[in-house]
């Protein structure tokens, strides 16, 4: 580094330690302290160098429990509002840049594994991570994650089907759907199993089954497939063996413990079958799974501004009231807001000064803008893909 361009950065650096007081709770501000359990803070340039200043502050390094980032996708595109709609163009000509994906290839992916390292060093232990990615890239990037926070710490694949079914005249299958790569930093990462709520109507032909205190149930089977070999689960049970190549799904002492509680059927042919209760279900609700649909809002603020309950989704699931949320790729704020609205507390990093001004619209009152030299960092980004 030159000595002008190290005296840049120092001066740069300076700025944002104003920011960031290594005392007390600093990170949020003044009115924010009136009200420490929610709030956020908004970092308006090149998330790499926030991405550092934040770890070099110990109020923040180490305390991210979730992050949601929604990078570019390298389409090699720019994204414009011109007159309140958002358009999507290869060139840029006419309405305002809100961002531009320009990066491809080789820089796309040193560009973005350089932000994943500084991601991971400031995230909790117990902290996770969503990447939000198209299907062009999200290999690659799946190769990056596995080699940054490790092939044991990934979770999930998420397929995000992200519009309607598509008429385009396209050689090939029409393209609905993106891809959310979900790692935890370790094992631990915070799982609040949030369940998919589920009716059961009066009508519904499984429970027809009504104990003798009202209840309607149904059964299913005890046994399910796959023989175990040395475990207790492929044990004879009063005498019962699981039906050749299966296993019970409990050990002997579990299932006795369920007669003793009711909960098996036993048929006249002396098939024994757990009960599932209607009102259980409803009140467990059901598991959710890894195919998502949540499309994207019909009259986006910003462009490619993802779907607001998609993120209130991934905010129950994995993290606490009062816990922080970052989105270092904020762009219109969606994840800040699900946060806000969720009791967490957040971190928005974006250099669009149009994505800046959104969420600021759509978070009015306890946003707090950190600006610097914008053009500096633009300058630092060329240089890295030229
Ligand atoms: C796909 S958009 C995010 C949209 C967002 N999820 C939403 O719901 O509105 C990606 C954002 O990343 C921002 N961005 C791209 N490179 C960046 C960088 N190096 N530093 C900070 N922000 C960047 C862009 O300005 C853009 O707003």
Redesign the pocket.
Known sequence: MSAKSHHKKQRYYARWKHYFPRDGNAIYSSSLAASPEVGGLLIQ????D?LQMLRDNPNVCGKIRLV?I????GTRQI?TIAEHRIATISRGNGGEV??R?SLFGQAYLG?LKA?LQAIREIMADDGSIYV?IDCKVGHYVKCLMDEIFGAENFINDITRIKCNPKNFNRKGYGNIKDIILFYGKTRRFVWNDVRQPIEVSIGDERFRAVDSDGRRYTTTPLHAPGETVNGATGKPWRELRPPAGRHWRYPPSTLEELDKKGLIEWSSTGNPRKKIYADEVVRAGIKIQDVWVFKDPQN???????NLEM?KLIVSNSSRPGDVVL?????????LVAASELGRKWIG????Q??IG?VKRRLPGGVFMYSHHVEL?RCR?NGQVG
Do not use: W
Not at 300 to 306: F, H, L, N
Not at 327 to 335: I, K, R
Not at 349 to 352: E, F, G, L, Q
């Open positions: 340039g090149d998330n790499l926030a949601y929604d990078p570019p996708f994204f809100a961002y994906d560009f932000r939000h986006p603020k910003y462009p490619t501004e993802k993120l989105d270092a790729f904020c762009g219109s704020g969606t994840t990093i974006d250099d669009s149009v994505a959104t960092e980004l």
